[in-house]
């Protein structure tokens, strides 16, 4: 099973499936035959749906022993987000293994979990072990865009699919940080909303020799660097409290509400992480004005991710606009909700104990996360979603910065850990 892990990941690396977004994909059907190929080996059938051509999804369901106990989906994503290969100090695509380390564009983000998935369920099937609840193994296209291709069209489309799954599990929890010395897995038990907005400045188009009053592509700059420059403040969610709570527990640092830093400080690597969950966030991320040196344009775009704490969209919508000023337009490109689900119940007590079979020393507390994933579009069908893709990391490694990064890579003893901590939740549903 680990050796299969391993192997399982590289393979899914080599598959570029690159999303640059708005539709423009290499495409995931290849990397979805992949994990249909292994879902055979394990006796199950997989389905493919399909928004567009090679945009591919697939799922399969594993019968469980009791029709009456809710269904868990354990699901992954199989677009990546682009590689540049001159950044690089490997090909971005070729998951080398150098110094016990997979590198490759989606070692973290999410085809490790992907392959701890199939390497787990294979094992499950080759040992005759039947759940006693239906388990739905889905790996879905376009996580890294806004899902109109993958989970938001499929959850919309064919909800029958997930027909009595009640919780599920996926990407960017579980994994350890060096919190002052003490290795603590963070489960992530909440997530941040998405709120994704082209703004566009309107103004006089005319000679560039000219006086311009009216000029578009200052009145984007202006906005721009006041929604750079602003301060959203200090907010704390039951999860982030919580989670601070219990950091000072692990510290001996004191929880200061109004000055959190010396916790996020000691928080290493995951402390970046931490930090973006305090507070609501928005960046400007795209600029686009002009088409000749001499001309000043009619009017001026720009793109601004922002990210909201749970219920805030609205509030977030409303500084934003206050912020750019009367001469800025705004449209909604992409929204999701942010959720925030408890760290207690049976299925938490799962994810713990596993943790706690495979390092008994383990310290586990859950976290926000500050981007998003596909647990959003299965929400709306009611299923509480779980952050759990478990990871025993190197106390120097910066594993946080490895999401959408340069270089990104996941050592192979790590991946091992962690699909052993994943068979052994997933032999308990």
């Known amino acids: 099973m680990e050796n299969n892990a391993v192997e399982f990941c590289r393979d899914l690396i080599r598959f570029d499936t690159s999303n640059w977004g708005e539709g423009k994909s290499n495409g995931e059907r290849e990397a979805a035959e992949y994990c249909a190929e292994i879902m055979r080996q394990a006796g199950l059938e997989p389905q493919f749906f399909e928004k567009a051509p090679g945009r591919t999804n697939v799922i399969t369901r594993m019968k469980g022993t009791d029709d009456d106990a809710g269904a868990l989906v ?35 983000d999410m085809k490790d979990m992907d392959a701890m998935i199939l390497a787990s369920m294979l094992q499950m099937a080759q040992d005759g072990h039947r759940p006693k609840r239906d388990i739905i193994f889905a790996f879905f296209a376009d996580e890294e865009d806004n899902g109109a291709y993958g989970a938001r069209w499929l959850t919309g489309t064919h909800p029958e699919l997930f027909d009595g799954a009640t919780e599920a599990i996926s990407e960017v929890g579980g994994f ?85 830093s010396a916790l996020i400080e000691a928080s290493g690597s995951a402390g970046k992480f931490i930090a973006a969950t305090l507070r609501n966030t928005s960046n400007p991320t795209l600029l686009e004005a002009g088409y000749k040196h001499n001309v000043v344009p009619g009017q001026a775009q720009a793109l601004v991710d922002a990210r909201t704490l749970p219920e805030q969209d609205e509030k977030v919508a409303a500084t934003l606009r206050e912020l750019a000023g009367d001469k800025i337009t705004f449209e909604l490109m992409n ?72 270089d990104e890579r996941v050592p192979v003893e790590s991946l091992k850990f962690g699909v052993r901590v994943l068979h052994r939740f997933l032999l308990e549903q």
């Open 335 to 406: 929204e999701g909700p942010a959720l925030e689900v408890p760290f207690s119940g049976t299925l938490v007590e799962q994810m713990v104990q596993a943790l706690k079979d495979e390092d008994p020393e383990a310290v586990v507390v859950p976290y926000m996360l500050g981007g998003g994933t596909d647990n959003k579009h299965l929400a709306k069908l009611g299923i509480t979603g779980y952050g759990f893709a478990p990871l025993q990391l190197p106390a120097d490694l910066d594993f946080t910065g490895m999401f959408h990064g340069v």
């Open 74 to 108: 354990v699901h992954g994503h199989l677009d990546v987000v682009p590689a540049q290969a001159a950044d690089w100090q490997v090909d971005p695509f070729s998951a080398d293994i150098i110094d016990g380390l997979i590198w490759g564009r989606g070692a973290v």
């Open 176 to 260: 350890s940080a060096d919190i002052a010395g003490t290795r603590a897995y963070l489960i992530q038990t909440a997530e941040k909303g998405i709120h994704w907005t082209k703004m566009t400045a309107h103004g006089t188009a005319g000679h560039g020799s000219a006086v311009h009053k009216d000029n578009p592509v200052v009145h984007l700059a202006e906005a721009v660097a006041a929604i750079g420059a602003h301060e959203w403040p200090l907010e704390y969610t039951k999860t982030t409290r919580a989670l601070f709570e219990q950091l000072s527990e692990v510290t001996g640092i004191p929880f200061d509400p109004e000055d959190p």
